[in-house]
Every structure is written in structure tokens, then in C-alpha cells.
């Protein structure tokens, strides 16, 4: 079968700009994506895998709560936006009614605050600022587990800019929401809106929001 020059030419601008978007440094450029994996939490993509130990001395895998919806808030103690004070999302009540708010939803999803502060920064040692998470929490009248990540190397791989930002990984291991715990105003519950459309089966809308809060203290590597 001979081809005609204009097929041709088709399939030479085709096969250019495929080859342009690789040059590019396109990750997606001739994949499929449907089984790309990601090093870094992207919406619809399976969700970077971590082992972090808790201020309670026990280890939390996300693996084990794969079939559970996981809510995943970076956090720092110091942070006036994310830990003491009045006017953060702890001290204000809305991270206790972000809670309870989930689990009226989803009963089995589980909540984990991640701790991404280097060592030593305010003088505090890694373990002395999980301690003062956990205070703060506790405080709040809603305690979660507090995942300690020194290295910083979770917190990376998941892309977390400030405190707070959340992410929310779906029932099937994907990430389904990635941005702030509420609307700036405090009227929308993102993570509450999230974790009920995921329990109905319907899709997270929005599933990306701004977040903004103290940027992470991150340790150099």
C-alpha cells in the first residue's frame, strides 16, 4: 500500500512533537499514564509511599491503610498559621471540627499530622518539637498522630510548601485533594467536602486549592 505525501507528512509532525515534548523534559510524553509512577504527589496518581515513626514511638506505614481514605496536614508547632495561637487552624477550633467533621463522614478514615521541621530549628530538638505538636494538639481537644520528619525527605516527595497543607489520598492508594484544610474565610471545609465525596464515590471538586501558611523549615541535604 503506498502512502500519500500528506499521511506522511502527518506522521512526521506527529512523531516531531512527540519527540520535541520528550527534549522538553515532558514526563508524560509517550507513557502511559495509567501506570506513570510519581515520585511527587500529583491529583489521580498513587500517592508517594513513606514510613515515618510518631511522637508516640510507634511506626505508620501508608501501606497499611491502603482501603482508607488518609488525610495527610503538615504541620509545625511554632507556626502562627498552623500551631499556637488564637488565630491558626489549630488554636481557632478548626482543625478539631476538621476532624470531627471527617469522621462523621468516613468513620474509618484516619487523620495524621507530618512534622517536616529539621532539626534544632528554635533551638528545639526534632523530638522536643513533636513533643510541642503533640501539646498543641492536645490542647486543640483533637489529637492525631504526629509523624516525625526530620530529614525532611516525606515531605518533599509529597511537594508540602507551608503549614498547614494537606493532602488526601483516596481508598485506592491515589491522591485525590491537594491545597489548604479551609477556604480563607473559614466557610468551606475542604477536607470535609473531600473526604464525603470520596465516601459516596464521587469525585473531589475542588480536587486543588491555594494553601498558604509558614513555609516548611526544611533541612539542607
Partial sequence: MRLTSAVLTTAVITCSTLLIAAQQGDPHAGHDHSKHTHDKAEIAHEAPAFSLKGVDGKTYTLADYKGKVVVLEWFCSS?????????????SGKAAATIEGMRKADADAVYFAVNSTKDGYNGFSNAE?????AEVMSKAGASVPVLLDADGKVGKAYGAKTTPHVFIIAADGNVAYIGAPVSKDGKTNYVVNAVTALKAGKPVEPATTKNEGCGVKYAKQ
Fill in 79 to 91: 507556626c502562627p498559621a498552623s500551631g499556637r495561637g488564637e488565630g491558626s487552624f489549630w488554636g
Fill in 129 to 133: 518539637e513533636g513533643t510541642a505538636s
